[in-house]
């Protein structure tokens, strides 16, 4: 019986992603796992994966084109099949509508319920798809589109490999123009030339360079503005002494070494603060106007940077999960992520956060709340500083400095820091990481 596969989710405020790259092709047979398609959002490329096994009978959206969550995008049943969208509860609007909806830019996709804006509306990725009304006669994906324009190439000129000799990104990366050919682009800005960075002007001298913000940076800038402006930020410092945990970290690893496994301190923190939150069940929640919700998972999002931006990948149940297969399983998700290859699962369902910059040399730093998470746990670098052991005495001890940042809607400053000592005492005396 044929199945409709769907456009994933990456992230809960992820309203589409584009359909970079087909891995099957109509006709294929498929295994359950199996990678069918490439999907990139704001944050990273994910891999879907067939979730049965069968024939890809038919596929919905081109390479190029931005989907909305949801949206079917193929469909997997028996060789031989016969597709009935209809019976699939697929609404069957002709050959143009489904590829406009498809096609349709980040902006219309979000103003869905209200006017769509001219270029949303205007049928030329409808054209695209079945060659009528073509803007200057040219079927391209929206990227291919954006891609061509920054670089002043003429799609004229570019040889399309998509489906129809439709133009998709590789072919506008790939083109090298004639210079006879080549569509002249607009005049640099002359040094001197003043622009508007918010409300303040600033002059763009010979040495600056003026380049798009990326899709992922714009996207953090969004999140971080809404979060400080929506949720009122209270901040709690403290001093950890990390001497026995490195010590039984070390211990650990020895033990594992064999089976390729090497707990971090970043991992001990994350099932600290699991254990902690299981305690403080107040943080481990999220707010929603005239109610709370107080999460049944402890799942812990854990900050990676990547070369344009971060991304969030989510220990899910971490106050249950034992530390090898936690350290395993962060690995494997971190390593996804820096790849690009990330996973659906690998980062949905966050109700906490840590951001860890232990490894940046960092004595102290405090971070923004991931929305809709209440607090999130600042990490600096453990280090080697002068301390008073218990007998009054000036030696030299580990000490790592973390900063909590917590939703004065959710909870306030006693219980973030009865929260905070309880994460310290779990690090302090690591054996209970283990019970």
């Given at each position: 019986?044929?199945?409709?596969?769907?456009m994933?989710?990456l992230?809960?405020?992820?309203?589409?992603?584009q359909?970079?790259?087909?891995?099957?092709?109509?006709?294929?047979?498929?295994?359950?796992?199996d990678?069918?398609?490439?999907?990139?959002?704001?944050?990273a490329?994910i891999?879907v994966?067939?979730?049965?096994?069968g024939?890809?009978?038919?596929?919905?959206?081109?390479e190029?084109?931005?989907?909305?969550?949801?949206?079917p995008?193929?469909v997997?049943?028996?060789?031989?099949?016969?597709?009935?969208?209809a019976?699939?509860?697929?609404?069957?609007?002709?050959?143009?509508?489904?590829?406009?909806v498809?096609?349709?830019?980040?902006?219309?996709?979000?103003?869905?319920?209200?006017?769509?804006?001219?270029?949303?509306?205007?049928?030329?990725?409808?054209?695209?798809?079945?060659?009528?009304?073509?803007p200057?006669?040219?079927?391209?994906s929206?990227?291919a589109?954006?891609i061509?324009?920054?670089?002043?190439?003429?799609l004229?000129?570019?040889?399309?490999?998509?489906?129809?000799?439709?133009?998709?990104?590789?072919?506008v990366?790939?083109?090298?123009?004639?210079?006879?050919l080549t569509?002249p682009?607009?005049?640099?800005?002359?040094?001197?030339?003043p622009?508007?960075?918010?409300?303040?002007?600033v002059?763009?001298?010979?040495?600056?360079?003026v380049?798009?913000?990326?899709?992922?940076?714009?996207?953090?800038?969004?999140r971080?503005?809404e979060?400080?402006?929506?949720?009122p930020?209270?901040?709690?410092?403290t001093?950890?002494?990390?001497?026995?945990?490195?010590?039984?970290?070390?211990?650990?690893?020895?033990k594992?070494?064999a089976?390729?496994?090497?707990?971090?301190?970043?991992?001990?923190?994350?099932?600290?603060?699991?254990?902690?939150?299981?305690?403080?069940?107040?943080?481990?929640?999220?707010?929603?106007?005239?109610?709370i919700?107080?999460?049944?998972?402890?799942?812990?999002?854990?900050?990676?940077?990547?070369d344009?931006?971060l991304i969030?990948?989510?220990?899910?149940?971490?106050d249950?999960?034992?530390l090898s297969?936690?350290a395993?399983?962060?690995?494997?998700?971190?390593?996804?992520?820096?790849?690009?290859?990330?996973?659906p699962?690998?980062?949905?369902g966050e109700?906490?956060?840590i951001?860890?910059?232990g490894?940046?040399?960092?004595?102290?730093?405090?971070a923004?709340?991931?929305?809709?998470?209440?607090?999130?746990?600042?990490?600096?670098?453990?280090?080697?500083?002068p301390?008073?052991?218990?007998?009054?005495?000036?030696?030299?001890?580990?000490?790592?400095?973390?900063?909590?940042?917590?939703?004065?809607?959710?909870?306030?400053?006693?219980?973030?820091?009865?929260?905070?000592?309880?994460?310290?005492?779990?690090?302090?005396?690591?054996?209970?990481?283990?019970v």
């Amino acid at each position: 019986m044929a199945e409709l596969i769907n456009m994933p989710k990456l992230g809960f405020d992820m309203k589409e992603g584009q359909l970079i790259n087909w891995s099957k092709q109509v006709g294929d047979p498929v295994e359950k796992g199996d990678i069918l398609a490439e999907i990139e959002s704001d944050k990273a490329t994910i891999e879907v994966e067939a979730f049965t096994s069968g024939t890809l009978l038919e596929v919905l959206v081109h390479e190029g084109d931005w989907v909305p969550i949801g949206a079917p995008i193929a469909v997997i049943g028996e060789a031989g099949e016969k597709v009935d969208l209809a019976a699939l509860g697929v609404e069957e609007k002709g050959e143009a509508e489904p590829a406009a909806v498809a096609d349709a830019p980040a902006s219309a996709v979000d103003a869905k319920a209200s006017a769509p804006e001219p270029e949303a509306a205007a049928p030329t990725m409808a054209a695209d798809t079945n060659g009528k009304g073509l803007p200057g006669g040219v079927r391209a994906s929206p990227l291919a589109r954006r891609i061509a324009e920054d670089r002043g190439i003429d799609l004229k000129q570019v040889p399309g490999s998509g489906p129809m000799g439709r133009v998709v990104r590789d072919d506008v990366e790939s083109f090298t123009p004639s210079k006879a050919l080549t569509t002249p682009s607009a005049p640099a800005a002359p040094a001197g030339t003043p622009i508007t960075i918010g409300a303040t002007p600033v002059v763009v001298g010979p040495d600056d360079e003026v380049i798009p913000t990326p899709r992922m940076r714009a996207r953090i800038g969004q999140r971080m503005v809404e979060a400080k402006l929506q949720a009122p930020h209270f901040y709690i410092t403290t001093s950890i002494d990390m001497g026995a945990a490195l010590s039984l970290r070390k211990e650990i690893n020895e033990k594992l070494e064999a089976k390729g496994i090497k707990v971090s301190v970043n991992d001990m923190a994350v099932k600290a603060a699991a254990l902690a939150l299981v305690e403080y069940p107040n943080l481990n929640a999220a707010f929603n106007g005239d109610t709370i919700v107080k999460r049944g998972h402890v799942n812990i999002g854990i900050a990676v940077a990547l070369d344009d931006g971060l991304i969030n990948v989510v220990s899910k149940d971490a106050d249950r999960a034992s530390l090898s297969a936690m350290a395993a399983n962060h690995r494997d998700m971190i390593l996804r992520a820096r790849e690009g290859k990330i996973r659906p699962e690998d980062v949905e369902g966050e109700t906490f956060a840590i951001s860890n910059l232990g490894a940046w040399d960092v004595e102290h730093f405090a971070a923004i709340i991931n929305p809709p998470s209440a607090a999130i746990l600042a990490l600096a670098t453990a280090q080697q500083v002068p301390v008073v052991d218990e007998n009054g005495e000036i030696v030299v001890g580990w000490q790592m400095k973390a900063t909590l940042s917590g939703d004065h809607r959710v909870t306030d400053g006693a219980e973030g820091a009865a929260f905070l000592q309880e994460f310290k005492q779990i690090l302090e005396d690591p054996i209970r990481l283990l019970v």
